[in-house]
């Protein structure tokens, strides 16, 4: 008797399928009733709708609201129980235009779009992860939407212009990560940013209804006044006093337990020291992740983790792990020139930087901290230094100095790991 892929053990055809693309699983899904059965999981698993500009107008809704109405509509008895096309929905993302219909020559929400997908969220019992684009103007044309949202709904991913924060937590009240995307979100929202004057505006959130374990966000969020264990600041916080205030009250406020931010390479001890605020963020961080912008090159990214060993030293931080990296500065903007004829274009090969020491350079890290267990060393995007330019040390007490051991990269990464998903206990 001939193997066939459906004489396989369902276990492995499970394992077999979640190696496909959702794409691929829908060629397997038409080759008959069988395939279909086994491959419609896959294929609705991981959704994404809108985003079709190049479509005539209205077909992103279209898509919606014919996808909408497929999984909330009875499977099938043969395909199994009539929730199954539901069920198998565990990440969905909604661009712009797939609630978006024109009238009177303008777009808009179409408010019965915004219900419909608000119905999908709420009986989606194994949603997981949810990326909503314009959000604001759903919520402006739907005001329930949201609500009783499924529990399983675990990350909220947002991009472009945002709800307020209380609107977010009463429609998603059970979420773990908040994440605001790079595009419309880079900017920071007008409700996200205030004054000194405005500490206790009642735009203050306060406590979050359930625990949130991570925010991963460009600006700060000053209404988020309740601790995240993980919190990520993308964008590069420089010397401006107005910008350091607004991250030191965040992270005044979340108290996290990881914290990765980019921080200018030009920023002062002072100026650093001032964002970590030694009386509240300080004592609870456990491993720190920081980020040198556009670092001029080699010695000047070795001075910048000097700077952040003394910072460290000054607010005497409990800290467990240490990860230090730099990103390369922008180079100038080059004159142009005409050249002669049978002259050619020439590039002035960049002398490499002098290699540093990376062993020395954590042992003064890990003497400035005597908390430290690990620090991890990352130098290789400045300019003029070499690929390898990298390196991750355990740390230990060895007698009246403190000692580093240099770890395998592979050893070096799973630290790290593990180091991120610290909690207030470790």
Not at 159 to 174: H, T, W
Not at 329 to 336: C, F, Q, R, T, V
Request: hydrophobic share 45%.
């Amino acid at each position: 008797m001939p193997h066939t892929l459906f004489s396989l053990n369902f276990d492995v055809l499970s394992d077999i399928l979640s190696h496909l693309s959702p794409r691929d699983a829908t060629q397997l899904a038409l080759a008959s009733r069988a395939a279909y059965a086994l491959a419609l999981p896959r294929v609705v698993s991981d959704v994404t709708l809108g985003g079709l500009f190049h479509k005539p107008g209205n077909s992103a809704i279209a898509q919606l609201t014919a996808f909408c109405n497929f999984v909330l509509s009875p499977a099938p008895a043969w395909l199994g129980a009539p929730e199954a096309r539901l069920d198998a929905l565990q990440s969905l993302h909604v661009m712009r235009d797939a609630v978006r219909v024109r009238k009177d020559g303008m777009w808009t929400v179409d408010p019965s779009a915004a219900a419909l997908l608000s119905t999908v969220i709420a009986r989606a019992r194994n949603l997981q992860k949810l990326t909503l684009w314009g959000s604001d103007a759903l919520f402006a044309a739907y005001p329930n939407f949201g609500l009783n949202s499924s529990p399983s709904i675990r990350t909220l991913v947002l991009g472009g212009d945002i709800p307020s924060l209380p609107v977010l937590a009463q429609a998603f009240p059970r979420v773990r990560t908040l994440e605001f995307v790079p595009g419309g979100a880079s900017c920071a929202p007008d409700w996200a940013i205030f004054t000194a004057n405005q500490l206790n505006d009642a735009m203050s959130l306060g406590a979050w209804p359930g625990k949130l374990d991570r925010v991963d966000t460009g600006f700060p969020i000053l209404p988020l006044a309740c601790p995240v264990r993980q919190v990520d600041l993308r964008n590069p916080l420089v010397s401006d006093t107005y910008m350091l205030f607004c991250a030191r009250e965040f992270l005044r406020r979340a108290r996290p337990v990881v914290l990765s931010a980019s921080v200018s390479a030009d920023l002062t001890e002072e100026e650093l020291c001032a964002v970590l605020d030694g009386e509240v963020v300080a004592p609870g961080l456990r491993f720190l992740d920081l980020v040198g912008d556009r670092c001029k090159g080699v010695k000047e990214g070795e001075a910048w983790m000097t700077h952040v060993a003394n910072t460290l030293s000054t607010l005497q931080i409990p800290i467990l792990g240490l990860s230090l990296s730099v990103t390369p500065s922008i180079p100038p903007m080059s004159i142009p020139h005409t050249f002669k004829w049978g002259e050619s274009p020439t590039d002035e090969p960049t002398a490499p930087a002098e290699a540093v020491d990376l062993t020395k350079l954590a042992r003064t890290v890990a003497e400035h901290a005597p908390s430290l267990q690990f620090v991890s060393l990352d130098l290789s995007s400045a300019a003029g230094a070499a690929e390898n330019e990298k390196a991750w040390f355990r740390v230990y007490d060895g007698g009246a100095k403190r000692q580093v051991e240099r770890m395998s990269e592979a050893e070096g990464r799973e630290v790290k790991r593990k180091m991120r998903a610290f909690n207030r206990w470790d």
